[in-house]
């Protein structure tokens, strides 16, 4: 089974500092999507950012950036000047080609004033 | 606006009397799915559907039924719901019939069966 996995259940940062979160992944497919999905309190499921496999250039939305490492098979979630409306659950998730979507068991972000 | 919705929000029945949570979205979307989502398991797929009338399984199908009769509702149904099917449960929509689009998730529907 193709899975995703993030090693890291509860991480927390300081407000205006920079976090990172990891996600690593297996896959058999050449071409396939990464995304970084987040889930504030109020269990809406917002897409932050996704990565298409086949760009080498990492994708970013404002204070969010990805550290994408396709040998290595990471999509790490970087989110700069934290700010208390990033506190969520993060999920990272995997699809393409003939795989399903896959979600991550997820990553509860902390956000400290 | 264009978005999903789900009925109910909350719901809370018994063990074996069967239910329907409605899954409605106004975007003329191909794709949809349901999953639930679990403390520590993240989310799982149930059932999605590529277009009208079709529909596959996903990581956890059983003990749940699915129909697409109209492109805009994907109704997910519980037969005899049993204890382990309390969860909270996500429908989904995304333009095209590929997973890797962007998925427009609704409210979620929280679930609590005695």
Redesign the interface.
């Known amino acids: 089974a193709q899975t995703v996995t993030q090693s890291q259940?509860e991480m927390s940062v300081q407000e205006a500092e920079t976090v990172t979160l990891s996600c690593t992944y297996d896959t058999s497919e050449s071409d396939?999507?990464l995304?970084w999905y987040k889930q504030p309190p109020?269990?809406?499921?917002?897409?932050v950012i996704?990565q298409e496999a086949y760009k080498q250039q990492n994708a970013t939305e404002n204070r969010f950036s990805v550290n994408f490492q396709k040998a290595a098979k990471s999509f790490s979630l970087k989110i700069s000047d934290s700010q208390l409306g990033d506190a969520a659950m993060y999920?990272c998730?995997k699809?393409?080609g003939s795989?399903?979507?896959?979600?991550?068991?997820?990553t509860k972000l902390t956000v400290n004033p | 606006e264009a978005q999903v919705t789900q009925n109910p929000r909350y719901l809370i029945t018994v063990t074996g009397k069967k239910l329907t949570v409605t899954c409605s979205q106004n975007m003329n979307h191909e794709y949809m799915?349901w999953?639930r989502q679990d403390p520590?398991?993240?989310?799982?797929?149930i059932y999605?559907s590529m277009n009208v009338e079709v529909t596959d399984k996903?990581?956890v199908p059983e003990g749940y039924k699915v129909s697409r009769k109209e492109k805009r509702n994907f109704p997910l149904i519980l037969e005899s719901p049993s204890p382990n099917q309390t969860s909270?449960y996500?429908c989904?929509s995304s333009p095209r019939g590929q997973?890797?689009d962007?998925?427009f998730?609704g409210?979620?529907t929280r679930l609590t069966v005695l």
């Open positions: 259940p396939y999507y995304f109020s269990r809406q499921m917002i897409l996704r999920f998730a699809a393409g795989e399903k979507l896959v979600f991550g068991k997820g | 799915s999953y520590g398991l993240g989310l799982r797929q999605y996903g990581d909270l996500f989904a997973q890797w962007e998925q998730f409210p979620g």
